[in-house]
């Protein structure tokens, strides 16, 4: 580059950068006007779309859910119901009859009241219409009828008694929408929560800014920003130079050390239904045998393994059931203790004596590649050969979750109280167990809660007797905010981050 | 000092080629096991401590060094092949046929490696081989090019005329004469080809479309380092260092062996 040349390279990068400057201050902002105080929160999983009823994927409830759009019944961060759009609500004695009353001050963000029959648009969409995902359509298998009596009082009535109904009302497949806005749901949320969808910059973020008009207790900040990261080492170094004023989930434990400083940071660990899971497909004839997924299940030591892929945060759970669902077992923890010896002696058992060969084929998610290195190497103790198989997720969710082209898998299952999930043959488990099956639509239909909660307790039991999987922990909701920031919940009871209390001191 | 480049190269790449061969009938440690406590620092008996899941370094660091190579070097060869006789043919030909070929050498030059690599992981699935395909295609072009450039300026010379004016057929000239007139060129491409596939593995196996989980390179294990870099750099260093001194290797090979072949360079030197 001659010097000509380069002087004026320098000169128009100059201007540029000018230019640039120039963008960055505020001509609209009047001095004394405060500035508006908007929350950056660190996340990983982008939605694939804005409309959850039509949207599968966790990435769109996480972010709408209870912050855009609200359900009659909330589920707290204890894993309770909570009232949200019904103030109160009663269940007939025989358990078939639902009467919500509806909150009279609860509108849309559009100013249009939360009616009963706004409710029963709402439902009866989610039921009719093809689009929808079976995750919401689903909800609504045991319901019959939905009917507004009045203006504020909406009826429900079952075909069979369903204990597990009411909690699917506080998911995805509860959610009220706006009538008026039914047809633009895939661009424009039309909701009635505290907050109201700005806009979304794709691969990068998503804005929300607080509901002016919102009928309950909003939150104190002006606007919260999501900021999807790919990569959680860039995330964790965004938060640390104050770029993020929270990371909703923690996906290095060993990087807790980065936010030791507790002048600068709070750090909260919580409970989530994030099940990670070593799946068998149960089509392969090793897998097929009781014995060979009984020996994995002895061969694996979790404990070691969340020690390595998780720094031994999260819990050890033995079943298809969080250490917070009411009929947890803590006794199924240990039903496979760590033993090769007797992992050994089952493969013998199966006929394997001379050894096993199993794909293991996994994505390339946080607690993928890690727990499979751990477990080719426990598995590789008791003579089992293990190929690990790396996919991008998308290329996963085609050829294990949608084609079942695989022997082993490792997923973390968040939705929550999917336990269910076994009792369908067609999921990617190949998991045909018609007991199980009845055993669970039994223990939902059962005459009283208690008997409900027995008869999920005896369902859990059934699967880790039958080792139809190996449950290698439950992932923990490990929340990193600055001191400023109040509010962020510490469980992740339901699919949302519900940021309706959140506040800041800044 | 005369050749430094070409000893500095050669001694460095004697060094990575001595460790793959070693890796190949002794290891200290089982590269995929894990043998000891995770996060050890550098010490007795792991010598440069262990990753994040208590495998140890130095077996991991020895084993991906034949799987750099082979992939450097299978790469190339495999490009090469295919590269040097489309070159030669465009070089010798004085038709549009010839001008067709390197143009097609240079829309080929337009896909990087790594887009390739996305679309072979897509179709089949990441591994070793398909991230040694990728690179092996999109080095071809570099290949078209020189052995080209290369064989227009032999096809120059008296001697080439000479043949051609008594009747040798096209093929054996190309086989007597543009051949090994043009081989020091090609293999001062080749040397520097290699350095530069193994760091193109290194960033497809960073970005998970190289080999496999139990098949370590040093591209995957600065991959699996990058989760710790705040607690532990050390496991970033050391495949980082061999990446860095494999590539200078061959490079500085390459520099060296130009200097040394081409003699109008050398006097200028």
Redesign the interface.
Known sequence: MNPRRRIAALTSLLVVLAMALVACTRPDQLPGEPEPVVLNIGATLEPTGLDPSTVSGAGTSYVLLYNVYETLVKLDEDNQLRPLLASEWTVSPDNLTYTFQIDPNAHFASGTPVTADAVVTSFERAMTDDSITSLVSGGFDPVESVEAQDDDTLVVTLDRVSHGWLYQMSGPAGIVYDPDGLETLDTQPAGSGPYLFDSWDTGSSITLATNPDYWGTGPRVDGVVFRYYA???AM?TAMVSGQLDAISNLT?P??L??FEDESRFKVTEGLTHGEVVLGFNHENEALSVLEVRQAINHAINRKQLLA?VWGSKGELIGSMVPTFDPWFDGSLVDHYDYDPEQARELLAEAGYASGLSLRLRIP?LPYG??S???I??QL?AVGITV??????FS?WLEQVFTNKDYDMTIVAHVEPRDIGQFANPDYYWNYDNPELAEAIADADAAPTEEEWIDGMRTAARMLTEDAAADWLFLMPNIVVTTTEVSGIPVNAASLAIDLTAVATSR | MKHSSLAVGGLLIGLIVATAVVGLFWMPFDPNALVGPRLQAPGWPHVLGTDAFGGDIASRIIDGAKRCLLIGVVSVLGAGVVGIPVGVVAGMSRSWFGDVLARAADILYGFPALLLAILFAAALGGSTWTAMAAIAIATVPAFVRIARAATMQVMGLGFVEAAQLSGTPTFQVALRHVLPNIAPVLGVQASVSVGLAILAEAGLSYLGLGSGQDEPTWGRMLREAQDQLFNAPLIALWPGLAIALATLGFNLLGDGLRDFLDPRLREIA
């Open positions: 990569d959680a080492n964790n290095i060993d990087a050390q980065l390595t390339t590649p890690s499979a290195r751990v080719t190497d590789a190929q690990v198989e790396e996919l991008q290329a």
